[in-house]
């Protein structure tokens, strides 16, 4: 079989999560014959389990619950695979699994975090292969850190792509040719041989980096929805699904929060012109969205994003007052602390900025030395308990009318700041957590009925 025609197939969480969600994915691989790479993620739930036995200082008797759930999870699928060299190999990483969460619980480091959070996908991806197998289809593991190099920053890891791509080429490919390839998400490996990962969600980045790498025709994206909403649909059960989308939009959208995709995933995809497809593993059938450069219709309001645990700092000077480098200065303070700054606007004295803060991250840098350094240069806030919504669309730069259409259905909600212009896809704002599910509900009535 030629790669002339290569789909990577990217499995999430709850599409492994138990055997017959397994079993669907089996049939989708199956069924299309140029599915011939497959990227899984962990089994639902475990990389949660994982974070939390990464954690320092966690009671022995939680740490052994934890294990033993884990184990629960992955013995639930074996029992129905019958498999015994499978079930050894699976023994084999868990008891590596209870030892290194041992030997955290003695010296925590961040590099034995990311092994330790390795560990899902490790056997989710062992696992999957036996399944393919189990329905007729001639399938391998592969260990995706072969390929996948990166820096070592544990946690968010960045990948050589120059070298993912020759690695692709000289390991992948010819494997390819003969079998379909069973690999795992979110992990890499450094320079050192240590396993990394790429940041929670990151599956998704990791199945785009290697269709980029094998030059595939199409990437698919099975998940636990029928494609792309109009907004998240756990927000509102208006939400429908999007036939179609340009890179541009859903790249926004992924930025932006929308949960559906790790925000760097269409990044590889764009620089290669991959169309992507997004669909349910569960109902196939339904078909999905289709992501793409060429779209038929660029609406003006495609989707609404929200992204919670958002904090906003305003740092504020008279010497900004027409003086130049002040900015210069805050900007090198954040960038010494590896600080990322999402949305910004300025008043003649004052600037605002926005930072994501997964997981209290960023409240604990804030709450830190970055105020007291940001403080000797100016006055300075911190706001946190904020989300941020972002409506995606088309031209929205230039169509009329479209803060009145936004800010109007917003009424007697306080609006904390706004930023608008610097992209033609979108206008975000922030608003107070409680009130957001009820914002994008209101927008989304009257932006999509
Ligand atoms: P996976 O484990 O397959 O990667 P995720 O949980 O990461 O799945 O992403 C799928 C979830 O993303 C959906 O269940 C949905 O709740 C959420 N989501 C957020 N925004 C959107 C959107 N605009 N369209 C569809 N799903 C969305
Ligand atoms: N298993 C990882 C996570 O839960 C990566 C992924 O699912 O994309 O974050
Ligand atoms: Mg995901």
């Not at 909403?229 to 926004?252: C, L, M, N, V």
């Not at 803060?403 to 609006?415: A, E, P, Q, W, Y």
Request: proline share 2%.
């Amino acid at each position: 079989m030629s790669l002339n025609n290569l789909t990577v197939a990217k499995f999430g969480g709850t599409s492994v999560a138990d055997f017959q969600a397994m079993l669907r994915c089996a049939d989708i691989v199956k069924n299309d014959a140029t599915n011939r790479l497959v990227v899984v993620s962990a089994s639902s739930g475990v990389t949660n389990l994982l974070v939390r036995l990464s954690q320092q200082n966690i009671p022995a008797s939680e740490q052994q619950s934890i294990l033993a759930n884990i184990s629960d999870i992955q013995q639930n699928i074996l029992v129905q695979l019958n498999d015994q060299q499978l079930s050894d190999e699976i023994s084999v990483l868990l008891d590596e699994l209870a030892e290194h969460a041992k030997a955290q619980g003695i010296n925590h480091s961040k590099s034995i975090a990311d092994t330790i959070l390795s560990y899902g996908e490790q056997m989710s991806s062992r696992i999957f292969a036996k399944v393919l197998q189990s329905v007729g289809v001639d399938s391998a593991y592969f260990d995706v850190r072969q390929v996948m190099k990166t820096n070592s920053l544990y946690g968010q890891a960045l990948v050589d792509i120059e070298q993912l791509q020759k690695n692709a080429k000289e390991y992948l490919a010819p494997k390819l040719q003969h079998q379909v390839l069973v690999t795992q998400g979110f992990i890499g490996q450094n320079e050192q041989g240590e396993t990394t990962t790429l940041g929670r969600g990151g599956s998704d980045y990791s199945a785009a980096l290697l269709a980029e790498a094998l030059t595939a025709n199409n990437l698919a994206i099975w998940t636990d929805v029928v494609g792309i909403f109009t907004t998240d649909p756990r927000i509102t059960d208006q939400a429908r699904s999007i036939k179609e989308i340009s890179f541009g939009e859903a790249a926004e959208m992924a930025t932006f929060g929308a949960k559906i995709l790790h925000p760097a995933t269409l990044i590889p995809a764009m620089r290669q012109n991959i169309p992507v497809f997004v669909g349910s593993s569960k109902e196939p059938e339904k078909g999905g969205t289709r992501i793409q450069q060429q779209v038929e219709s660029r609406p003006t309001y495609r989707s609404i994003a929200l992204r919670r645990e958002q904090t906003l700092v305003t740092v504020k000077s008279p010497a900004m007052l027409h003086a130049s480098g002040f900015l210069a200065n805050v900007f090198a303070v954040l960038a010494k602390h590896e600080l990322s700054v999402d949305l910004i606007t300025t008043s003649e004295i004052s600037v605002a900025m926005t930072f994501d803060n997964p997981e209290g991250s960023t409240q604990a840098l804030l709450n830190s030395t970055v105020v007291q350094e940001l403080e000797q240069l100016c006055e300075v806030s911190v706001e946190h308990g904020l989300s941020l919504i972002a409506v995606v669309g088309n031209q929205i730069h230039r169509t009329n009318g479209v803060g009145t259409s936004i800010f109007d259905t917003l009424k007697g909600i306080n609006v904390r700041m706004i930023c608008q212009g610097a992209s033609e896809h979108n206008l975000c704002f922030l608003v107070d957590e409680q009130q957001a599910n009820e914002a994008v509900e209101k927008l989304h009535s009257s932006l999509f009925a």
